[in-house]
Nanobody, 111 residues
Framework: QVRLVESGGGLVQPGGSLRLSCAAS????????MGWYRQAPGKQRELVAL??????NYADAVKGRFTISRDNAKNALYLQMNNLKPEDTAVYYC??????WGQGTQVTVSS
């Protein structure tokens, strides 16, 4: 069983940056697939970024602005978000493997 806790969300102005962290209670180094998702009000949850042993993939809307990374030694997953836009406003969730979700962290981009 893996418990995930996200942190790092908040209010930021357009063009600003945030770094989201996802801390896992158990060891995750054997889990290949990890990712970040987001859900804006009134919209479905959508994929933001994935990371596997083979590399990374990003949604078109965040390519070139967001970077996903992992630290197996710290049992952690990260999402560096740069040049944030108002349309990035959402609750961001980390997901490890096929079944483990965090509780979400709010990101609000507004002037």
């Amino acid at each position: 069983q893996v418990r995930l806790v996200e942190s790092g969300g908040g209010l930021v102005q357009p063009g600003g940056s945030l770094r989201l962290s996802c801390a896992a209670s158990g060891s995750i180094f054997r889990i290949n697939l990890m990712g970040w998702y987001r859900q804006a009000p009134g919209k479905q949850r959508e994929l933001v970024a994935l990371i596997t042993n083979g590399g990374t993939n990003y949604a078109d809307a965040v390519k070139g602005r967001f970077t996903i990374s992992r630290d197996n030694a710290k049992n952690a997953l990260y999402l560096q978000m740069n040049n944030l836009k108002p349309e990035d406003t959402a609750v961001y969730y980390c997901k490890v493997g096929l079944a483990f979700w965090g509780q979400g962290t709010q990101v609000t981009v507004s002037s």
